[in-house]
């Protein structure tokens, strides 16, 4: 019995000291779910049901990709080095379309941005994460944000582009609300595995492939 109860507690201190490792290149898992206070805009997205995003990261560069009815396939590629961002998409009845350009906030956009560091934290995969309540504004509509960032994470995050250095860390857990054609969308999102392994350059490249037309920037 004293031998088993010994094993365990020495398994959950390994998982405990490789959860807490700092990582700088891999591959993330992130489960995303949406909900509404419409009734009948609620029941459609539950019906979707929870979409899985992955991203793959190294060293100022990343990829997340997701899949789901409602925005086809959708990847997006950030390189913080060059400030430039890819997106492609692969809709039904649009085909394939690709925009590259800058993600560098500007001043009149930082201005929209408010950013406050909470006194909350969460334990997310034996990594704990830093509160972030962030508003802004995005097409004219107000967003909220609670996020929860690690600095032991080293990857370039999408949802974090448009704050400049205002959040430090890499977000493993958010909730987005918005307004949404009157209704009230919730967006979460939570890192659900993390791989520590070698990302390819190819994968990371702002080179969109054969197949793709430019839709110009919007």
Partial sequence: MKKILFLS???????SLFAQE?????????????SSDNEQMNAQ???????NATTYFKGEKSRSET????TGDVTIIIDAAEQQMLMMMDRPGMGKKYMLQ???????????????KGTATKTILGYECQQYIIGMKQNGQDVKMEMYTTDQISAVSQNTTAMG????GFPLYFV??????????????????????????????????EGY??????
């Fill in 67 to 70: 899949s789901s009815p409602m």
């Fill in 176 to 209: 987005m609300t918005m307004n949404q054609m009157g209704a009230t969308i919730e967006v979460t999102s939570e890192i659900v595995e993390i791989k520590k392994t070698t990302v390819t350059d190819e994968k990371l490249s702002l080179t969109p492939p």
């Fill in 213 to 218: 037309t430019n839709m110009g920037g919007l």
């Fill in 9 to 15: 507690v020495a398994m959950l201190l390994t998982m």
């Fill in 22 to 34: 700092k990582i700088n290149e891999g591959i993330l898992i992130a489960k995303q779910s949406m």
């Fill in 102 to 116: 800058s993600f560098a906030p500007s001043e009149e956009d930082l201005k929209n941005v408010t950013v406050e």
């Fill in 165 to 168: 250095d205002k959040v430090e």
């Fill in 45 to 51: 997205l539950k019906a979707m049901g929870d979409t």
